[in-house]
T-cell receptor, first 114, second 115 residues
Framework: AQSVTQLDSQVPVFEEAPVELRCNYS??????LFWYVQYPNQGLQLLLK??????LVKGINGFEAEFNKSQTSFHLRKPSVHISDTAEYFC????????????FGSGTKLNVKP | KAGVTQTPRYLIKTRGQQVTLSCSPI?????VSWYQQTPGQGLQFLFE???????NKGNFPGRFSGRQFSNSRSEMNVSTLELGDSALYLC??????????????FGPGTRLTVL
């Protein structure tokens, strides 16, 4: 991918509200898409991935994402967030070919308030 | 299966020293990648090794090097440490370097502090 853009560096939201974290990418080849979550002082944990098939992908902890090829987007959504969802979320793209090099976005910090 | 393990978890060094970090991938995974994470620069790709060969490389100076052993374990080395090398260093493994099995799994990281 030439780039992976996460437009929002921080997203504050109240508990039980819905949330959408945005991710756009640019690439001249086909891609695989991923969302990872990072809790403080921990590594990255895979939330969900799109490899092929249905463009709506469901992941762990009630998260889902939709791949939109025409808009080159892979936005992450959750209908009702919990305090425990407070973390940093990273969108990643793996380009097919070129040994599937991974590209990460700059991250979005989700802050869930009571 | 055990996850990706990294040792040590925390490390304190002084400027000019060198450091070696270790990563053991998930059993059966042949690809290991290294990333540097800092508050200012975010997550930056260092390099990837597959079957003991460096396949991809990020934009870091030659002070950063790595290697992979025949059992897929990997080490990265940073020589002549600078204050700016203070970061969380993350290791990730995947089964191959291509194909639909292509999901990276991350270790907990090594927190390096350079004084």
């Amino acid at each position: 991918a030439q780039s992976v853009t996460q437009l929002d560096s921080q997203v504050p939201v109240f508990e039980e509200a819905p949330v959408e974290l945005r991710c756009n990418y640019s690439s001249s080849v086909s891609v695989y898409l991923f969302w990872y979550v990072q809790y403080p002082n921990q590594g990255l944990q895979l939330l969900l991935k799109y490899l092929s098939g249905s463009t709506l992908v469901k992941g762990i902890n009630g998260f889902e994402a939709e791949f939109n090829k025409s808009q080159t987007s892979f936005h992450l959504r959750k209908p009702s967030v919990h305090i425990s969802d407070t973390a940093e979320y990273f969108c990643a793209v793996s380009e097919m070919g070129n040994f599937n090099k991974f590209y990460f976005g700059s991250g979005t910090k989700l802050n869930v308030k009571p | 299966k055990a996850g990706v393990t990294q040792t040590p978890r925390y490390l304190i060094k002084t400027r000019g020293q060198q450091v070696t970090l270790s990563c053991s991938p998930i059993s059966g995974h042949r690809s290991v990648s290294w990333y540097q994470q800092t508050p200012g620069q975010g997550l930056q790709f260092l390099f990837e090794y597959f079957s003991e060969t460096q396949r991809n490389k990020g934009n870091f100076p030659g002070r950063f090097s790595g290697r992979q052993f025949s059992n897929s374990r990997s080490e990265m080395n940073v020589s002549t440490l600078e204050l700016g090398d203070s970061a969380l260093y993350l290791c990730a493994s995947r089964q191959t370097s291509g194909g639909t099995t292509d999901t990276q799994y991350f270790g907990p990281g090594t927190r390096l502090t350079v004084l």
